[in-house]
């Protein structure tokens, strides 16, 4: 069974640098794909980030490009999300997903399908002065 559990989230000043993590357990990280996804209060819940297993692409969303960065470490089963140059509009609840559908461009940027994930029960992130 997939167990997805996400820490690191806080309160940061703009501009400030957080790492979130999300700690994998009941499936072959190597073969699934990872996603970052966030909800503000609110909206609906958006992709952020993807990472692709059967190829490593990893996918961003416009608002986050070049500020955020996924990555999987295979052998501590654990997928982190660099944000960097953090802005009051980041602010939400971020949640790690799992799923052994491939995902591509495509998918990602169509709206967020939840039962097509296995997801975590999220993490806080506020970005304030």
């Known amino acids: 069974q997939v167990h997805l559990v996400e820490s690191g989230g806080g309160l940061v000043q703009p501009g400030s640098s957080l790492r979130l993590s999300c700690a994998t357990s009941g499936f072959t990280l190597a073969t699934y794909a990872i996603g970052w996804f966030r909800q503000a209060p609110g909206k609906g819940r958006e992709g952020v980030s993807c990472?692709?297993?059967?190829?490593?692409?990893?996918y961003y969303s416009d608002a986050v490009k070049g500020r955020f960065t996924i990555s999987r470490d295979i052998a501590k089963n654990t997928v982190y999300l660099q944000m960097d140059s953090l802005k009051p509009e980041d602010t939400a609840t971020y949640y790690c997903?799992?799923?052994?559908?491939?995902?591509?461009?495509?998918?990602?940027?169509?709206?967020?399908?939840?039962?097509?994930?296995?997801w975590g029960q999220g993490t806080q992130v506020s970005v304030s002065t």
């Open positions: 997903a799992a799923d052994r559908r491939k995902i591509s461009s495509l998918r990602f940027r169509r709206p967020v399908v939840l039962a097509e994930w296995d």
């Open positions: 990472l692709s297993s059967s190829d490593g692409m990893t």
